[in-house]
């Protein structure tokens, strides 16, 4: 996806302050946070969304939830963290690259 933004910074063609990269997966900071620490893991690999995502998405998918706990813990989230997972524009999807936010420390955390 040439125009995708989430594809683009998995390129290098954008900067991200990066948290966390390996052959599938690019982890970077929000750049506009809504908690302390507000990360967001993205497959390298182009997907939509969740809504576009079956069985062959299954391991990547495992990667990055099992992915989410280490990295809050490696961001001081001692106490615990969010995730979340918009699904398209009724669910409050922006960008449409697949993306899980991690977020949490202190009382900015917005309530649900």
Do not use: W
């Not at 948290?19 to 997907?47: C, G, N, R, T």
């Not at 969010?82 to 409050?92: A, D, E, L, P, V």
Request: proline residues 5%.
């Amino acid at each position: 996806m040439d125009d995708c933004l989430f594809c683009r910074i998995v390129r290098g063609e954008l900067p991200s302050k990066k948290a966390y990269e390996d052959e599938d997966v690019l982890v970077f900071h929000d750049i506009h946070p809504i908690a302390p620490v507000h990360l967001l893991l993205i497959p390298k690999a182009h997907v939509d969304s969740l809504a576009d995502c079956d069985t062959q998405h299954q391991a990547i998918l495992g990667k990055l939830m099992l992915l989410a706990p280490k990295l809050a813990l490696e961001h001081g989230l001692t106490e615990g963290f969010r995730t979340m997972i918009n699904t398209g524009r009724g669910g409050g999807q922006e960008v449409f690259h697949l993306h899980l936010h991690v977020f949490g420390g202190g009382e900015r955390i917005p309530k649900i």
